[in-house]
């Protein structure tokens, strides 16, 4: 099997087309935000890009923002290693829409202005609920700006052919990786900062047509070396896996059998059953996902985003399998944890080799690496601008406006703030990817989702559909789910204790599980209901006003 990086040191062609496409984007896209920032004159600009886009626009949006490096390089990276185990994540991604769908987009829509704060707030005190409201908002958004950054690190040292041992521009691997999220945490910041919701939405529009154009291309290449045969494929990908069958079974990651040893067999099995319930029941409370149901004129505009959504989406996850089996055929294990332990750069690894296959040569393996790196790259950079722009939209509105200046701020005074914001969440998210390097960005992604559902959901949940609801049990809800699943992922193998771990060279962990979202969902849900009950506080009128607003859309802004 021929594997050869034609990024290396010495192929300055290769080089030279990544960083021009790479280039050409930046440009492209920050063409578009400056475009953007002379359309954006309100803060119902800012953070909902005028409430102007249609179904359609809205749904390759969410698609764009949906779409991570998680998805693109993550899975893919997780079905090369692990065969059928990875595809997990494809099917609990997809099938978390159907939740969005029944139970949140519409009633979010028609309910709420800007933030997830206002639909939790309208009928309770706004202070304590609004503050918890932005303190869950950023965590979940850093957690998932986490895996787009360590994302970001591993495609740059792909594309500039920087391995352990080799250079570029003076910098070794770790510290290119390091150079790459510093410059991609620049570049975020500047989209929220200039475009705000405008620019943001179709920086993601650009990205979503281009990441579809580019999976479907390689799926096609893919099928077509293997004449359309899908069990050929298979079959090359659990040879050259190293795994046998077993590539091709249930248990090789998760819910892993382990011989003569009951209680780590049983923690497998519950960590399996605790990612699932995370994957789906966390998209309906992530608050970059959530913000994007306002940005259209009415509800009915919202569900139909959400449909073209699910079935862009779903298109995509279908793809993932054959960029996940085709990287493990073509590439190899072995060829991918040498580039990347984590496995995130098998998509462009296996792009790589079709290139040299279909296009003959070092020079079209580089064509067809740098024109999907760059796309990987699209995918980053619009995913992070959505991510910020969440959570510094709910620092500046429901802090900073509703909390401490009690409603009496200027739009201006507010967007500004917005815009403070993006740079200090910047400025901490790329400290904390640093650390974060040695983490699958699926995997991480799927801890933002645990900690959404946990901490979101609950409260919106609630919000919407429980008439006997309450400030105390909004707070009780956000703070419990929150904190559980922060604190269990924390004392868990994810963080110190195990190889792969982010501190590997410690030891605290006494959780067993990698996944905190069966103890920790359950126990949002518990908070919120016991929060409720031990405060008599109780508005009927609020809660029928709430109602008529969730399911007519009337009086909605």
Same mark, same amino acid.
């Given at each position: 099997?021929?594997?050869?990086?034609?990024?290396?040191?010495?192929?300055?062609?290769? *080089?030279?087309?990544?960083?021009?496409?790479?280039?050409?984007?930046?440009?492209? /896209?920050?063409?578009?935000?400056? #475009?953007?920032?002379?359309?954006?004159?309100?803060?119902?600009? &800012?953070?909902?890009?005028?409430?102007?886009?249609?179904?359609?626009?809205?749904?390759?949006?969410?698609?764009?923002?949906?779409?991570?490096? %998680?998805?693109?390089?993550?899975?893919?990276?997780?079905?090369?290693?692990?065969?059928?185990?990875?595809?997990?994540?494809?099917?609990?991604?997809?099938?978390? #829409?159907?939740?969005?769908?029944?139970?949140?987009?519409?009633?979010?829509?028609?309910?709420?202005?800007?933030?997830?704060?206002?639909?939790?707030?309208?009928?309770?005190?706004?202070?304590?609920?609004?503050?918890?409201?932005?303190?869950?908002?950023?965590?979940?958004?850093?957690?998932?700006?986490?895996? @787009?950054?360590?994302?970001?690190?591993?495609?740059?040292?792909? +594309?500039?052919?920087?391995?352990?041992?080799?250079?570029?521009?003076?910098?070794?691997?770790?510290?290119?990786?390091?150079?790459?999220?510093?410059?991609?945490?620049? +570049?975020?910041?500047?989209?929220?900062?200039?475009?705000?919701?405008?620019?943001? /939405?179709?920086? @993601?529009?650009?990205?979503? !047509?281009?990441?579809?154009?580019?999976?479907?291309?390689?799926?096609?290449?893919?099928?077509?070396?293997?004449?359309?045969?899908?069990?050929?494929?298979?079959?090359?990908?659990?040879?050259?896996?190293?795994?046998?069958?077993? &590539?091709?079974?249930?248990?090789? *990651?998760?819910?892993?059998?382990?011989?003569?040893?009951?209680? @780590?067999? =049983?923690?497998?099995?519950?960590?399996?059953?605790?990612?699932?319930?995370?994957?789906?029941?966390?998209?309906?409370?992530?608050?970059?996902?959530?913000?994007?149901?306002? /940005?259209?004129?009415?509800?009915?505009? $919202?569900?139909?985003?959400?449909?073209?959504?699910?079935?862009?989406?779903?298109? =995509?996850?279908?793809?993932?399998?054959?960029?996940?089996?085709?990287?493990?055929?073509?590439?190899?294990?072995?060829?991918?944890?040498?580039?990347?332990?984590?496995?995130?750069?098998?998509?462009?690894?296996?792009?790589?080799?079709?290139?040299?296959? =279909?296009?003959?040569?070092?020079?079209?393996?580089?064509?067809?690496?740098?024109?999907?790196?760059?796309?990987? =790259?699209?995918?980053?950079?619009?995913?992070?601008?959505?991510? /910020?722009?969440?959570?510094?939209?709910? +620092?500046?509105?429901?802090?900073?406006?509703?909390?401490?200046?009690?409603?009496?701020?200027?739009?201006?005074?507010?967007?500004?703030?917005?815009?403070?914001? %993006?740079?200090?969440?910047?400025?901490?998210?790329?400290?904390?990817?640093?650390?974060? @390097?040695?983490?699958?960005?699926?995997?991480?992604? $799927?801890?933002?989702?645990?900690?959404?559902?946990?901490?979101?959901?609950? $409260?919106?949940?609630?919000?919407?559909?429980? *008439?006997?609801?309450?400030?105390?049990?909004?707070?009780?809800?956000?703070?419990?789910?929150?904190?559980?699943?922060?604190?269990?992922?924390?004392?868990?193998?994810?963080?110190?204790?195990?190889?792969?771990?982010?501190?590997?060279?410690?030891?605290?962990? #006494? &959780?067993?599980?990698?996944?905190?979202?069966?103890?920790?969902?359950?126990?949002? !849900?518990?908070?919120?209901?016991?929060?409720?009950?031990?405060?008599?506080?109780?508005?009927?009128?609020?809660?029928?006003?709430?109602?008529?607003?969730?399911?007519?859309?009337?009086? $909605?802004?």
């Amino acid at each position: 099997m021929r594997m050869v990086l034609a990024a290396e040191a010495g192929n300055h062609t290769a *080089r030279n087309l990544t960083i021009t496409l790479f280039l050409v984007f930046v440009a492209v /896209t920050l063409a578009i935000t400056i #475009w953007a920032s002379r359309q954006t004159k309100t803060a119902t600009d &800012f953070y909902a890009g005028g409430r102007s886009f249609s179904g359609f626009q809205n749904g390759m949006a969410i698609g764009g923002d949906y779409m991570s490096a %998680a998805s693109f390089l993550g899975i893919a990276g997780i079905i090369a290693l692990y065969g059928y185990d990875g595809f997990l994540y494809s099917i609990g991604f997809l099938v978390a #829409w159907l939740v969005a769908l029944l139970l949140v987009a519409e009633l979010l829509r028609n309910s709420g202005r800007y933030t997830m704060a206002d639909v939790l707030a309208f009928r309770m005190r706004q202070r304590p609920v609004r503050t918890a409201a932005a303190v869950s908002t950023i965590t979940v958004s850093i957690f998932y700006l986490l895996a @787009q950054m360590v994302g970001a690190g591993a495609l740059v040292a792909l +594309l500039l052919g920087i391995r352990p041992g080799t250079t570029f521009l003076g910098m070794d691997a770790a510290t290119a990786k390091v150079a790459t999220i510093i410059m991609v945490g620049a +570049l975020m910041i500047i989209y929220v900062t200039v475009g705000g919701m405008k620019g943001t /939405t179709y920086v @993601q529009i650009v990205k979503a !047509f281009l990441l579809m154009t580019g999976a479907l291309l390689m799926t096609l290449l893919v099928l077509a070396k293997y004449k359309f045969n899908l069990s050929s494929l298979l079959g090359d990908a659990a040879a050259s896996s190293g795994k046998g069958s077993a &590539f091709l079974e249930p248990g090789l *990651r998760y819910g892993v059998e382990v011989a003569g040893n009951a209680t @780590q067999t =049983f923690y497998n099995k519950v960590d399996l059953l605790s990612l699932g319930i995370a994957l789906v029941l966390g998209t309906a409370g992530l608050p970059h996902i959530l913000i994007r149901f306002y /940005t259209v004129p009415t509800a009915k505009a $919202a569900r139909k985003s959400v449909l073209w959504a699910i079935g862009i989406i779903g298109t =995509f996850y279908l793809l993932t399998l054959a960029l996940g089996f085709g990287a493990a055929a073509l590439v190899g294990s072995k060829a991918i944890t040498e580039q990347d332990k984590a496995g995130n750069t098998a998509a462009p690894q296996l792009a790589e080799a079709l290139g040299i296959d =279909f296009f003959g040569g070092d020079l079209g393996g580089a064509a067809l690496l740098a024109i999907i790196a760059a796309v990987a =790259f699209a995918t980053i950079l619009a995913v992070v601008a959505g991510l /910020t722009l969440a959570s510094s939209s709910s +620092l500046a509105h429901d802090f900073y406006a509703n909390v401490l200046k009690k409603g009496e701020a200027s739009e201006r005074q507010e967007v500004r703030v917005a815009r403070i914001s %993006a740079l200090v969440i910047g400025a901490i998210s790329i400290l904390l990817s640093i650390y974060a @390097q040695n983490l699958n960005v699926a995997f991480l992604v $799927a801890l933002a989702f645990a900690v959404a559902a946990s901490g979101n959901l609950p $409260a919106i949940l609630y919000s919407l559909f429980w *008439r006997r609801f309450n400030t105390s049990g909004a707070v009780w809800a956000i703070y419990g789910g929150l904190l559980s699943a922060v604190l269990l992922v924390f004392f868990s193998p994810v963080v110190s204790g195990a190889a792969t771990s982010m501190f590997p060279d410690h030891d605290w962990q #006494w &959780f067993p599980l990698s996944n905190p979202g069966i103890l920790s969902i359950p126990f949002g !849900f518990l908070c919120g209901w016991i929060g409720t009950l031990v405060s008599k506080e109780h508005d009927e009128e609020k809660y029928a006003e709430l109602e008529v607003r969730a399911l007519t859309g009337a009086g $909605a802004h």
